[in-house]
């Protein structure tokens, strides 16, 4: 990982090369590629901060073909469903696609016969090492990944791995894939990450709104009917003390009435570059007549997929530590190795949550239902609301059924946010498109907290207690305890 992060490289791979960890182990000597060291001119490649030191970063610039792939012909057509796609079979870029989110969402939409392509710049397996972190699944390469999912199933993933701020990669992805729809997970997607310090705070506006900026003039430039389906927040809304609407709400001020987009009140960096996104998508949708889909998604938990679970080399990412780690997933693994439950504060902060399961659906029914064109939609996407305090009693009730001692500790709240408030957020779209939900249940939570207790000899525990705080974010660059 290290090598392939740090090298500066541009490399092809041609049809009638097989797709294997092989012909992508870039650091090492006895490789059958050549390479063209290039400087990418994406923000991908600016100063990354170890410890005290900065080192310049470039990235890997690569794009894989499936095996006896035939070139594709210019489509010429405006059709949605088909775009000039012989096969007839929709065609998704999920960009991010190995992340958390974005690897289970691949495989389920490659499963359901869609053609798939995935586009990730590997940058978070990079901030594992930077922060000195790491999944408590094990998980394998993306090649590996793609290359067992193709032996397992007989399907094809294509990867493009290079960096979405790069426009002119970018560009000659979408030449090359022709996507029908982009489902759009490639972002920094860590509030406590995006208020470590100044650097990692730009880092997270720049290589979010930026790279939202390229996929929406890639758009516009090369396949004007491609429907985006953006992974939004629903961080974006705030905790106002009204009801939360889907995206837009109807007010009436002196007398006249209108609908307009919900209000925002984004409560870290990261927060706030998702709201920059949904206003650009919205103005491209109206000035570009493009057609965009906005997922502002709850916390999400859970681990396995229907396809995640066929082999172990298809093993999801779990994050447990308190950068990246969601809170129903750092509470099970806190539970497994007897360490207290951290709950931050009063514990009354309430959000949306959902299970992966119904991320991968949710993102499915996006696509098979897509926006007009010149439509922004926005869906609220999760399945119910608990407060930080419910599911500690719900994870502490789970685990002594188990055997375990579980305790729960109010730890000072390292974020700025309140602690006791009113949530009430609607979630109706999704239903209405035919989302069956995966509600938290004890089996659910039986099955989490096994597989934490399988791999807590993989836990830090050091990595556990938040050491990150809104309120001391500073220009000096920063690095975990280790």
Not at 48 to 66: E, I, N, S, Y
Not at 283 to 295: E, P, Q, S, V
Request: charged share 20%.
């Amino acid at each position: 990982m290290a090598h392939l992060l740090s090298t500066s490289c541009s490399m092809k791979v041609s049809p009638s090369e097989k797709l294997s960890s092989r012909c992508w182990n870039v650091g090492l000597t006895n490789s059958p590629m050549s390479f063209t060291p290039q400087t990418s001119k994406s923000a991908f490649k600016r100063l990354v901060h170890q410890g005290d030191k900065t080192q310049k970063l470039f990235v890997v610039r690569a794009t894989t073909v499936p095996l006896n792939q035939e070139t594709k012909a210019q489509s010429g057509t405006s059709s949605f469903e088909n775009n000039g796609n012989s096969s007839g079979r929709k065609r998704v870029m999920v960009i991010g696609g190995d992340g958390y989110c974005g690897w289970a969402t691949a495989l389920h939409l490659s499963n359901k016969n869609y053609e798939v392509a995935i586009v990730d710049n590997l940058v978070r397996r990079l901030f594992d090492h930077q922060l000195g972190l790491d999944s408590l699944t094990p998980i394998a390469s993306i090649q590996d990944r793609i290359s067992r999912w193709q032996s397992l199933t007989g399907k094809t993933i294509e990867l493009h791995v290079g960096d979405i701020c790069d426009f002119e990669f970018l560009a000659e992805t979408f030449k090359s894939f022709e996507p029908d729809a982009v489902v759009h997970f490639g972002e920094q997607r860590s509030a406590p990450y995006s208020m470590i310090d100044r650097s990692r705070a730009v880092y997270t506006q720049h290589n979010n709104v930026i790279g939202t900026l390229n996929v929406l003039f890639a758009i516009k430039e090369f396949r004007e009917e491609c429907h985006l389906v953006k992974l939004g927040t629903m961080g974006e809304y705030g905790t106002p003390n009204i009801d939360i609407e889907e995206g837009f709400i109807t007010i009436t001020h002196n007398g006249r009435t209108d609908t307009l987009p919900y209000p925002k009140q984004a409560s870290s960096f990261y927060h706030l570059s998702k709201v920059h996104d949904s206003h650009n998508i919205a103005f491209t949708c109206k000035a570009w007549g493009i057609r965009a889909t906005d997922l502002n998604q709850g916390v999400v938990y859970g681990l396995m997929t229907d396809e995640t679970a066929m082999h172990e080399e298809l093993c999801n990412r779990f994050d447990y530590d308190a950068v990246f780690g969601t809170a129903l997933n750092r509470f099970c693994v806190q539970a497994a190795v007897g360490h207290p439950l951290t709950v931050y504060g009063k514990g009354g902060q309430t959000r949306g949550y959902l299970d992966i399961r119904d991320t991968v659906q949710c993102v499915e029914l996006a696509i098979a239902n897509p926006a007009k064109l010149g439509e922004f939609r926005v869906f609220n996407q999760f399945t119910e609301q608990f407060s930080v305090r419910e599911l500690a009693a719900l994870v502490t009730k789970a685990g002594e059924k188990l055997g375990l001692s579980v305790e729960t500790t109010s730890v000072p709240n390292p974020r700025v946010e309140a602690e006791e408030h009113y949530y009430n957020a609607k979630h109706t779209k999704l239903v209405e498109l035919g989302l069956k939900p995966h509600l938290l249940s004890d089996s659910l939570l039986d099955s989490v907290l096994n597989f934490a207790i399988q791999y807590k000899d993989r836990v830090d525990t050091k990595q556990i207690m938040p050491s990150v705080s809104w309120k001391k974010i500073g220009v000096k660059p920063q690095t975990l305890r280790a």
